[in-house]
């Protein structure tokens, strides 16, 4: 079974502006607890013992943070910027910043933005020998990440946002990946946009077949934007979490 995971949390979350001018994203509440305590409760809950929070922007908040919090599980915090200049971006930095702690294991990456079950959690834990993208159906695929998919599961592509998805599945930003994901990493260019993509990582490893769908059975809380704030909240208090 998989025992580490990891949180990339160094991004500026400039969809959140003005709430992250002095705070970083993970620390914004949500019925008066930071978003962040939600993420490192469930997995705790769910069996992982070593987590790691790569941080970045304000990253000394996140810290403190965790340094005075209460886990279940043993919560490491490092500085991406220890690694990468501060003017380079994108979401496969955190992995190779992580990757000292990871070693030669399994892992599993959980968006600082996105809240999942315990049982969705554990369900990535298994280690099958293929990394993983975690999905959920949406009625709103245009929006997101589309994970094309084919034969017993394996991931073909990841579409970024296209205008006309040709599945309704996403990537929910919940990931389990074997250690291959790091050479890949390693060979990541600047898209378009000038970041360094995970997806691009992703879909080079899908592209010899060793990516799988996880279809997830319970909940995503997406925290990306102001607009999602009221709802994650009403969502966290009906699951009485």
């Known amino acids: 079974m998989i025992t580490k995971a990891v949180i990339p949390a160094a991004g500026k979350g400039t969809r959140m502006l003005p709430l992250t001018k002095e705070k970083p994203k993970p620390l914004l509440e949500v019925n008066g607890r930071a978003f962040l305590f939600y993420i490192l ?25 965790v340094k005075k919090g209460k886990w ?24 190779l910043a992580a990757q000292n702690l990871i070693n030669n294991n399994s892992f599993v990456v959980v968006n600082s933005d996105g ?3 315990p049982g969705d959690l554990s369900k990535m834990r298994t280690d099958d020998g293929y990394s993983h993208v975690g999905t959920l159906v949406s009625n709103k695929p245009e929006n997101y990440g589309v994970v094309l998919v084919g034969r017993e599961d394996f991931v073909e592509k990841i579409e970024e946002k296209p205008k006309n998805p040709k599945s309704n599945l996403v990537n929910t930003g919940l990931y389990k990946f074997t250690p291959e994901i790091f050479e890949e990493a390693a060979k ?54």
Do not use: H, M
């Not at 990468?84 to 979401?91: L, R």
């Not at 990582?201 to 769908?213: D, E, H, N, R």
């Open 188 to 241: 990541v260019k600047p898209s378009p946009r000038g970041e360094y993509e995970l997806t691009d990582a992703i879909s080079a490893l899908a592209a010899k077949g060793k990516v799988k769908a996880t279809r997830l059975s319970d909940y995503w809380l997406d925290f990306s934007s102001i607009a999602d704030i009221k709802p994650v909240e009403d969502k966290i208090k009906k699951l009485k979490i």
């Open 72 to 95: 279940d599980c043993s919560v490491i915090v490092i500085d991406q910027f220890d690694f990468f200049p501060k003017e380079k971006g994108g979401t496969v930095l955190p992995v």
């Open 115 to 117: 809240l999942f079950s």
């Open 41 to 65: 409760d469930a997995l705790g809950k769910s069996g992982f013992e070593e987590v790691v929070v790569v941080s970045g922007y304000l990253g000394g908040q996140i810290k403190d943070f």
